[in-house]
């Protein structure tokens, strides 16, 4: 009896839920004596293009790209080769639905260049202009036959809009002053705006943003300053034709921490200047940390028992805890309720001396000092602290209406990944009401499937492997999961291959692309031990 109950909890129970299947593998060489990088940008059921860069950075040869269009069976439909101008290096890039854009200026001068590559044809636009100013960009984006460039001429901030048909530069008004940091630009091609997002530690930490139409005239100022709480950051999404909600996350006093996410209503019906000074009505909501239900299930049961014990008893003695979280927000996902919300949660580390750094990765070890030493520190006694990059603990995920209710959260731990910037790590696929969250670590992909605020499944780590049985791994660097479409990822990154023992093949250095997919309504099934995904050929793009 006992042996039959057990089946069928083994029948019903949310470990037998899909996992990681491997559909198709494409490896395309890695010369280790060349300077090149492969990057692959998703297109859904367009598929992906798969962009070769090869540069020289101590030698005059221009910097030269090879782009290339595949279907969802990864097979080549359109190949495009381009060169940029001798002196020039890349600086941004930028996409949308239609085109692919990449910004490069020229050494010790205020030129720059752009090509605008159709995702359809492969057609091949190029553009060239001059910058009033030496500017240092930090955000590039475009809108119709607008490019918008972000960044800062000595020390404050500037954004310019330059028109592709005629090359003219207008400069954006109101940026322009001292102690103001950009936060973040945003196109806004529903309502054909451009979004700049401001703040200061200055003036009680105000946080603005400005609104302008798509040729750089000013529309709305919002000036978030006296508020209860002090905002961070903000990515907006429009959810009528006159309103958008404004999303973010704020801290308690004035710092990069943070203690919860903040939610507003933007009418964009009201021009000129407009001030939020006080929390009256609902003009902004706050969600404290402390409120999600499932934000501090990251932490071992022990320690989640403690830390809601500590919550409690601040609480009964009428003060608010002050949390130390950086968050990493990703875009906002339009849903048929509102919009929902994943950010990613980390935190710097440091280390005493830099001689104590070592080696991640082969193919990292000749770039150590702009790779992965950051140049900022921190005192620490009589010598100084220098960052050794960043620790994610866990990613969460909130769903809100439209009038900005929370309807439920979830969490998703993070077990001891490391990077030397604060990137996105976690991959969202949408699969009916239910989440597959993802996360690429050290060559293994752990998994979770939620529903709401109920985690149905978490697998065991899916192996990346080599694409032949006559092959293993050796090393692994730069590896990324892309959630593609319906239950389809993307695995891609670079690989040392080595043949396995009986086998006389030679060692071979690769960049990878591997078909995964994750039904999260379907019933587990055997894989085999080996997970080997139909390998495809060795591709090797024309160079």
């Not at 000074?277 to 022990?302: C, H, Q, W």
């Not at 891609?492 to 690769?510: A, C, D, I, N």
Request: with cysteine; glycine share 6%.
């Amino acid at each position: 009896m006992r042996l039959l109950l057990l089946f069928c909890l083994l029948l019903t129970s949310p470990v037998c839920l899909a996992q990681l299947t491997p559909v198709k593998r494409v490896d395309y060489p890695v010369d280790d004596s060349a300077d090149e990088d492969y990057h692959v940008l998703p297109l859904g059921e367009q598929g992906a293009l798969l962009t070769y860069h090869k540069h020289d950075d101590y030698s005059r040869r221009p910097h030269s790209y090879t782009f290339t269009r595949v279907d969802t069976s990864l097979k080549a439909r359109w190949k495009v080769e381009y060169s940029l101008p001798e002196h020039f290096v890349p600086s941004q890039t930028f996409d949308n639905a239609r085109y692919a854009f990449h910004l490069a200026t020229e050494l010790d001068t205020d030129n720059f260049s752009m090509i605008r590559l159709n995702l359809e044809d492969g057609t091949l636009d190029t553009y060239s202009g001059k910058l009033p100013s030496s500017l240092s960009i930090t955000d590039f984006k475009v809108m119709g036959n607008v490019a918008y460039l972000a960044g800062y001429y000595r020390s404050r901030p500037v954004v310019m809009a330059y028109s592709l048909f005629d090359g003219s530069i207008r400069v954006f008004q109101g940026l322009y002053i001292n102690n103001v940091e950009l936060g973040s630009m945003e196109v806004d091609e529903f309502r054909q705006e451009v979004h700049v997002v401001t703040h200061t530690l200055k003036k009680n930490c105000q946080f603005t943003l400005r609104s302008y139409s798509p040729d750089g005239r000013p529309l709305r100022v919002i000036e978030y300053g006296g508020t209860q709480y002090s905002l961070i950051s903000g990515k907006i999404l429009p959810i009528s034709a006159d309103e958008s909600l404004l999303v973010g996350n704020y801290s308690t006093d004035c710092t990069p921490y943070s203690q919860g996410i903040f939610i507003t209503r933007i009418r964009h019906n009201e021009t000129g200047k407009l001030t939020v000074t006080t929390n009256r009505g609902e003009a902004i909501r706050y969600v404290d940390f402390s409120s999600l239900k499932n934000f501090f299930n990251y932490l071992k049961p022990k320690r989640q028992k403690k830390m809601k014990a500590r919550l409690a008893e601040q609480k009964r003695l009428g003060k608010e805890y002050k949390f130390r979280y950086r968050l990493l927000v990703h875009d906002l996902t339009p849903t048929t309720n509102g919009l929902r919300l994943v950010a990613e949660v980390y935190y710097p580390q440091y280390r005493g001396s830099i001689s104590s750094y070592s080696s991640r990765t082969w193919r990292s070890a000749s770039s150590l000092p702009t790779r992965f030493q950051s140049s900022s520190t921190l005192p620490m006694g009589n010598g100084q602290m220098y960052s050794d990059g960043y620790r994610y603990t866990h990613a969460f995920v909130c769903e809100f209406d439209q009038q900005g209710n929370l309807l439920w959260d979830n969490c998703l731990p993070i077990d001891d990944l490391t990077d030397a910037n604060p990137i996105q790590k976690v991959q969202v696929s949408t699969q009916g009401n239910r989440l597959v969250m993802a996360y690429e670590q050290e060559s293994e992909v752990s998994t979770a499937i939620i529903e709401r605020d109920s985690v149905l499944a978490t697998g065991d780590p899916f192996k990346l492997m080599a694409g032949s049985e006559k092959e293993k791994v050796q090393a692994a660097a730069e590896e990324r999961l892309i959630a593609w479409y319906g239950p389809y990822f993307l695995a891609t990154g670079y690989q040392k291959l080595v043949p396995e023992r009986g086998f006389t093949s030679q060692s071979r250095e690769v960049f990878y692309v591997n078909k995964l997919t994750y039904d999260a309504f379907k019933p587990a099934t055997a894989v085999p031990g080996s997970q080997k995904a139909d390998a495809g050929k060795l591709h090797r793009p024309d160079r």
